[in-house]
């Protein structure tokens, strides 16, 4: 059974840094992409950032680049996200993702996270 588990998620002010942690366990199969999400209040999920297993290769939505980045340990099958800058729009429940393997829909992702608080504060 596939499990991940977020860490790092806690309540900031504008301005600092936080950095999530997401472990992967129970992996019966190669992960292809690990990914992070979020779900602000009132809003639907939207992707923030992946990353190939494999290669390392990053992906962002644009107006998280230059503040968020992903980056991950395959010896620890562990994903992080470096979080910078945070502002108050950044308040969300975060939550880590992981993808099989490629097909036509690159933001479906197969397991996911119970998910980390994340809150910014002015």
């Known amino acids: 059974q596939v499990q991940l588990v977020e860490s790092g998620g806690g309540l900031v002010q504008a301005g600092a840094s936080l950095r999530l942690s997401c472990a992967a366990s129970?992996?019966?199969?190669?992960?292809?992409?690990m990914g992070w999400f979020r779900r602000a209040p009132g809003k639907e999920r939207e992707f923030v950032a992946g990353i190939s297993w494999t290669r390392g290769t990053t992906v962002y939505t644009d107006s998280k680049k230059g503040r968020f980045t992903i980056s991950r340990d395959n010896a620890k099958n562990t994903v992080y996200l470096q979080m910078d800058s945070l502002k108050p729009e950044d308040t969300a429940v975060y939550y880590c993702?992981?993808?099989?393997?490629?097909?036509?829909?690159?933001?479906?992702?197969?397991?996911w996270g119970q998910g980390t608080q994340v809150t910014v504060s002015s």
């Open positions: 129970g992996l019966t199969f190669p992960m292809y992409m």
């Open positions: 993702a992981v993808k099989r393997g490629p097909d036509n829909t690159p933001l479906r992702y197969d397991y």
